[in-house]
């Protein structure tokens, strides 16, 4: 047979098989491009994916109504609660020792105790009693040690006893507090708390069939004091003891949703009961981490419960418009009947089951473990151990490695596995540098923008994030991969785009998975959040390889973006709570940290967790100059508007509805100094004004104008007195941050704490014992500062004595002693070591501080005015001071 030249020669050298026949991408696109107006498509997919997980984030069913009952007569009806509501709010600010909340609070909670008493249901017996009580704790907070001394603060407590009564006695607790910070209602924090408590005691009354077991409703006094009076309850109450569980009503916000944010520690039945019971899930283990971590500054009567009771329980908030939280905007006006509807319902379904299930009865048999926990938008509820969860983790991230990379494999007959895998590690690596670099560019945007003084731009107006950082965050990230692509790609590849492009996702599978595993074997739950993303990946690369649409054109892509929908609705939902949660923190942090900072971490984050399965995709567009062009318009226009327009001012009033204030602490100050014998020293008077933000400085000043503030470590006092004399009522917080010291005319103090010495004794040849007697029932703070040679061994205030506190170069022990119901006078000794023996001088200098809350009428008409130049956007909490300083 006749061959032609040549032909066993290319035989014997057969050509290169390629699967794509454009692959010379410098002279025609391949058949796998899409059109580059679709850059700007997925842009639109993300923000209308966002859109829609913001609106389930903040959906709320609606609230019932009286005329509902004939219907729903064993359910929770909101309107009622928010009758109860509306009287707590009307009574304005109710902080611990002040007669709206000793008095009118407390009467109110027992008028409408005593009335759903005379209307319970036949079978069902309540027990009322009301608590005044008195004690204390060390308690550590910010790594700063306090001693935390209450007396007669009150708690109203109600039984509703259960069918075990007369046997094991075992009950579930609910606690709310009805206490408020100065210059709040507190409708949210945490009044709303209490009326939703109101209600489901009233349905449960009402109901024919009593409770398994006995459930115990503590209406605490004082929680903002701090935890106080759940530590008297928990410490001192006979029914203390009868408590197994346990589910606390908190607030961080001003309405949305009740988030479970903690639970145990350990005893997983308490979410295994969640599950069961509640109908609208809102609960992630990632929030108990980062809460538990210390990050945020707050913290809840779980603690009490948890550390000093030895009791698992939930601890629930709101944590939407944190910008309401602890100012006058806190108040019913913001808290519709839905949000009560909700956590009625979600609260009310909760005790039912755990007051009549089995683990009441015996809770230690079911501490086992830790549970992973979260719901998906609201509309179902996962939850597993923290075992199953480390195996699921592992599968999911070897799984999700493994069957894409066999899959592309098969697809090209196993002939071009290092390709694949070449492909693969260039995808992990430019996911990796694009987060590094993505990270940079929006540290760097942070640190101008606070350098030409717009610092928290985005604050009242929180899309502005999305173009100050998220964009620069996707333009980064897209820019990287791009390079990544000309440096590490290979131009002769014999895969086809599409495979190319799935082998790059394969890489973002890679960077995820080793995320993920990480976490997991450090021992931290919220891996979970990386392992879903990751799941949705696995899912669509096992459907595109069983249906064997690896190089189809298109519609792998189809199929990889349906899941990716719901990564998105996963990823962006998490986008809502970090913001939600942290930019209105940034407003009460201080002035050290800078905020921006802070909002461009989490959204380089957000934007990488939302965006890292779709970058790869730019590689499919014809052109990719569209998409970075469109990312850098949107960027430079959000900087504009953030450096050079009204939209980045940061402070918003209530005349939209919507209010962002800055917060101002100021504080009207009389200072009294004794020496050793008794004789006053001198005295002055002037006004604290604390920074609590990053732009606080310049409110300050201006509201000082024409006279000139002066930081509170370079007052005049700090040369020779005990902190500077600063009238400090929260060590935790006011020694973090900075305060400035305006001299004025003293302030009117009608009463104010005092403290004098009854006798010094000689307990050996180096300790004394000094007998000192404090008059004065009011909320005060004692500094006790030891002389040169002297050391604090002991004191009757408790047991123990907390480290002291460093401040100005200056140690010293501080106590924070508050009054409910007023108290006689109280009776301290000091045990104080000297290292000389028989010394006879001074050993001590001791600094009280009383504080007067919501104390308006007694204002100067100097204070006054220095409070009517406070700005219509700021939220301004004023005080007044007596500081007494003495030495002993």
């Not at 007669?152 to 259960?162: D, E, H, S």
Request: net charge neutral; hydrophobic share 40%; charged share 15%.
């Amino acid at each position: 047979m006749f061959q032609p030249t040549g032909q066993s020669s290319k035989q014997k050298h057969p050509k290169v098989k390629v699967l794509d026949p454009d692959i010379d991408y410098s002279k025609a696109k391949s058949v796998h491009s899409i059109s580059s107006w679709w850059g700007i498509g997925g842009i639109f997919i993300v923000l209308v994916v966002g859109n829609i997980t913001n609106y389930t984030n903040s959906h709320l069913p609606d609230g019932l109504r009286n005329a509902h009952l004939t219907h729903f007569p064993a359910a929770f009806i909101a309107e009622r609660a928010w009758k109860d509501l509306k009287i707590l709010n009307d009574f304005g600010p109710k902080p611990t020792g002040t007669y709206t909340n000793e008095v009118l609070a407390v009467d109110f909670l027992n008028r409408e105790i005593s009335y759903i008493d005379q209307l319970k249901n036949r079978n069902q017996q309540l027990v009322v009693q009301n608590q005044i009580v008195s004690g204390g704790y060390v308690g550590v907070y910010m790594n700063k040690s306090a001693a935390n001394v209450y007396r007669n603060v009150q708690n109203v407590v109600v039984k509703l006893v259960g069918r075990s009564e007369s046997t094991s006695r075992h009950a579930l607790l609910l606690n709310c507090h009805f206490d408020s910070v100065a210059g709040s209602p507190g409708a949210s924090d945490d009044s709303g708390s209490c009326a939703v408590m109101l209600e489901v005691l009233r349905v449960l009354s009402r109901q024919s069939d009593v409770n398994r077991y006995s459930i115990i409703f503590l209406f605490n006094g004082a929680e903002e004091t701090p935890l106080q009076a759940s530590h008297g309850f928990i410490t001192k109450h006979p029914w203390a003891a009868d408590v197994r569980a346990f589910i606390n009503l908190e607030s961080a916000g001003s309405g949305g949703k009740e988030m479970l944010f903690q639970s145990g520690p350990k005893h997983p039945w308490l979410i295994e009961a969640y599950a069961r019971a509640v109908p609208h899930p809102y609960a992630q283990a990632a929030a108990e981490e980062i809460f538990q971590s210390g990050v945020i500054p707050s913290d809840t009567d779980f603690r009490v419960f948890r550390d000093v009771g030895r009791i698992p329980g939930m601890d629930f908030a709101h944590t939407a418009n944190g910008y309401r939280y602890h100012t006058r905007y806190d108040s019913i006006d913001y808290i519709p009947l839905p949000v009560l509807q909700r956590t009625g319902d979600n609260i009310l379904a909760l005790t039912r089951a755990i007051a009549n299930g089995d683990e009441l009865g015996s809770t230690e048999r079911y501490a086992q473990g830790y549970m992973v926990f979260y719901d998906f938008l609201g509309l179902f509820f996962v939850s597993y151990s923290a075992d199953v969860g480390l195996m699921i983790n592992l599968s999911v991230v070897l799984l999700s490695i493994i069957i894409p990379f066999l899959s592309l494999a098969r697809s090209t007959s196993g002939t071009h596995g290092r390709q694949i895998r070449s492909e693969t590690m260039t995808g992990f690596l430019a996911t990796f540098l694009g987060a590094g670099a993505s990270g940079v560019l929006c540290f760097f945007i942070g640190l101008q923008l606070d350098a030409i003084g717009r610092s928290m731009s985005w604050y009242s107006s929180t899309n502005l994030i999305l173009g100050v950082y998220c964009c620069p965050a996707l333009l980064c990230q897209c820019v990287v991969h791009l390079l990544c692509n000309r440096l590490f790609g290979s131009k002769t590849t014999p895969l086809s785009l599409a495979l190319k492009v799935q082998a790059r996702l394969n890489g973002v599978n890679l960077f995820w998975g080793m995320i993920t595993l990480g976490i997991t074997f450090t021992g931290y739950r919220l891996a979970y959040i990386f392992m879903v993303l990751i799941l949705c990946s696995l899912c669509s690369s096992t459907l595109i390889s069983m249906l064997g649409l690896q190089n189809t054109v298109h519609k792998w892509l189809l199929l990889h973006m349906l899941f990716q929908i719901v990564a998105l609705a996963w990823s962006t939902q998490f986008y809502h709570i970090l913001m939600n949660m942290f930019v209105p923190i940034t407003g009460r942090i201080g002035s050290s940290i800078n905020p921006d900072v802070i909002v461009g971490t989490l959204a380089t984050f957000a934007t990488l967790f939302s965006c890292s399965y779709l970058t790869p995709l730019l590689f499919l567009l014809k052109k990719t100059d569209k998409l970075i062009g469109e990312l850098v318009a949107i960027t430079l226009i959000a900087l504009v508007l953030a450096t050079s327009t009204h939209v980045g001012f940061p402070y918003r009033d209530d005349a939209v509805k919507a209010p962002a204030v800055q917060r101002h602490y100021i504080t009207h100050t009389v200072r009294k100094f004794y020496d050793h014998n008794g004789g006053e020293r001198y005295t002055d008077a002037g006004f604290l004004l604390q920074e609590l933000d990053r732009n606080a400085k310049k409110t300050i000043e201006g509201i000082a104008m024409p006279d000139v503030v002066t930081p509170m470590r370079e007052i005049p006092a700090c040369d020779k007195e005990l902190f500077c004399a600063i009238p400090f009522y929260s060590i935790w917080h006011q020694v973090l941050f900075e305060n400035y010291w305006l001299p004025g005319p003293a302030p009117v103090v009608r009463q104010a704490v005092t403290v004098s010495l009854r006798e010094k004794e000689q307990l050996s040849e180096h300790e004394h014992r000094l007998h000192l007697v404090l008059k004065g029932s009011f909320q005060c703070s004692l500094i006790i500062g030891p002389k040169a040679g002297s050391t604090l061994k002991r004191w009757s205030l408790l047991s123990e004595i907390p480290t002291p506190i460093e401040f100005n170069g200056q140690r010293g022990h501080f106590a924070l002693l508050t009054a409910g119901v007023e108290s006689e006078p109280m009776n301290i000794t000091l045990d104080v070591r000297h290292e000389l023996k028989k010394y006879d001088g001074p050993l001590v200098d001791l600094l009280v501080t009383t504080t007067h809350w919501e104390y308006h009428k007694e204002h100067t008409p100097v204070f006054n005015r220095l409070l009517a130049r406070v700005p219509g956007w700021a939220h301004v909490v004023p005080s007044v001071a007596a500081v007494n300083s003495y030495t002993f």
